[in-house]
């Protein structure tokens, strides 16, 4: 089973649960690892411009796989981009343009974990092997944006963005996943070729392109079943549902 893909991550670091509550980093290792699983399966990685371009012809080819990064944090140019380099993969990185240099808004201060500033950023883009994408200025939630709102959101990111590396941004990631109805045609408004959400929203549409969310959580049967597509249909069934149920009692307990 070899389906398209377009995995979202966030960053990568060895953080304790208090210090990452979100799930948000994986380890290096494991990125790496995960990586390599895919190509011995076949998997040809392509930047997420190349994916895009045949959306409208149809699904996108079996066999091809997108890494993407949300929030931008610096740890993408430390350690992200060596491994990259490394296994000769491209990926696209989601950046708020008004939150440069800034702590990680979902992480504990203590954890130290800061977004990446101008210069760091700049220097990212310049790798061969990297694409830079808008997330909004601030980190925006567009779930319940009205059309205007939205456009004005994702036009005010690209320019800064556009201005601040003197190159087009052709790629939007909704942030949380959430998006309104609104969102699609405002990001094509804004100029955007893609735009891309997650947990379990949206499809093979150029402007809601789904994405399977890879956290610090996926052993190797969650990261099986994400890079085959099976996560969510199985989340979604009968006996999914009821083993949610049977732990949940469990975990009351423990919270307890």
Not at 58 to 65: D, I, K, N
């Amino acid at each position: 089973m070899r389906p398209p893909l377009v995995l979202a991550y966030h960053g990568l670091g060895r953080f304790s649960r208090s210090l990452d509550p979100h799930n948000l980093m994986v380890d290096p290792e494991r990125f790496r690892a995960q990586v390599n699983v895919l190509r011995r399966r076949g998997y040809r990685f392509v930047a997420l411009s190349e994916f895009a371009r045949h959306l409208d012809e149809g699904p996108p080819a079996r066999g091809t796989c997108v890494l993407t990064f949300d929030d931008g944090t610096v740890d993408n140019l430390e350690l992200v981009a060596p491994l990259l380099a490394e296994l000769d993969a491209p990926a696209t990185f989601f950046v708020c343009p008004g939150l440069l240099g800034e702590p990680h808004f979902d992480m504990p201060a203590r954890a130290g974990v800061r977004l990446m500033n101008a210069g760091e950023l700049r220097e990212l883009a310049s790798s061969s092997l990297v694409e830079i994408g808008s997330h909004t200025m601030a980190h925006t939630e567009l779930s319940s944006a009205s059309e205007e709102d939205a456009h004005r959101e994702m036009a005010e990111s690209r320019a800064a963005l556009e201005d601040l590396l003197q190159r087009p941004v052709h790629s939007f990631a909704y942030p949380k996943c959430g998006y309104s109805p609104a969102c699609p045609e405002a990001a094509r408004r804004a100029g955007y070729a893609v735009a891309v959400t997650c947990a379990d929203l949206g499809g093979w549409r150029r402007f809601e392109l789904s994405r399977e969310s890879v956290d610090s959580l996926d052993g190797r049967v969650g990261f099986a079943l994400k890079s085959r597509r099976l996560f969510w249909p199985l989340r979604r069934s009968l006996p999914g549902r009821l083993a949610r149920a049977a732990v949940r009692p469990l975990r009351h307990g423990a919270d307890g």
